[in-house]
């Protein structure tokens, strides 16, 4: 069946540092692709998302790019904040109505 | 519109009582999901209903777990009996009708079961 698998967290970095995120998939067709974030104490909420190959997804200085040669759809931001901290999720949906997750990775920044 | 409303925020319960948890999907959605999150398993898909119909429960851990949506503007997450191990954060989503299935969610049930 469909999967996500991301990259164990959790990731430390300095404030300002550049921002990876590797996730890859598994799945039929062509998926739509998202990254959601959680924040301390709360739901997820969708960050960004793309639907088709080639797609960039971006938003709050986050993008990840839809590559279907090599399924993923790493996350990226150039200059990460201290309020970037919480932990980023990537999904996907495909042909029926399931959203399938990955196991998450906890992002800390050091001010 | 007020989001996904999910309750209560927290429910602390001693092992084998029943255990209801209540969501309010965002009006006109019509995909409801629920998930449990814990530190060791991540989140995990409980269960998912289309237009209130349950269409995939295979995520259900056990027959002690039991949901319904009895109409497009109510769903209960039940636990009878609960048990120590079912401690974790329940969270609901919903989806629109769309093709690509953006998911808004509740600010999650913290249940503790002691």
């Known amino acids: 069946g469909d999967s996500v698998t991301q990259m164990e967290g959790p990731v430390t970095l300095s404030e300002e540092a550049f921002l990876t995120i590797n996730c890859t998939y598994t799945?039929?067709?062509?998926?739509?692709l998202f990254w959601y974030v959680q924040y301390p104490g709360e739901g997820l909420q969708l960050l960004l998302k793309?639907?088709?190959?080639?797609d960039k997804g971006s938003n709050k200085g986050f993008e990840a790019t839809y590559r279907k040669e090599t399924t993923s759809f790493h996350l990226e931001k150039g200059s990460v904040q201290v309020s970037d901290s919480a932990v980023y999720f990537c999904?996907?949906?495909?042909?029926?109505?399931?959203?399938?997750f990955g196991k998450g990775t906890r992002l800390h920044i050091l001010p | 519109d007020a989001g996904v409303i999910q309750s209560p925020r927290h429910e602390v319960t001693e092992m084998g009582q029943e255990v209801t948890l209540r969501c309010k999907p965002i009006?006109?959605?019509?995909?409801l999901f629920w998930y449990r999150q814990t530190m060791m398993r991540g989140l995990e898909l409980l269960i998912y209903?289309?237009?209130?119909?349950?269409?995939?429960d295979s995520g259900m851990p056990e027959d002690r777990f039991s949901a319904k949506m009895p109409n497009a503007s109510f769903s209960t997450l039940k636990i009878q009996p609960s048990e120590p191990r079912d401690s974790a954060v329940y969270f609901c989503?919903?989806?629109?009708?769309?093709?690509?299935?953006?998911?808004?969610f509740g600010q999650g049930t913290r249940l503790t079961v002691v």
């Open positions: 999904a996907l949906t495909n042909r029926d109505d399931k959203i399938i």
């Open positions: 989503a919903s989806s629109p009708t769309q093709r690509v299935k953006e998911a808004f």
């Open positions: 009006s006109g959605h019509n995909s």
């Open positions: 799945a039929t067709g062509y998926p739509s």
């Open positions: 209903f289309n237009n209130n119909v349950p269409i995939d």
């Open positions: 793309a639907t088709k190959a080639d």
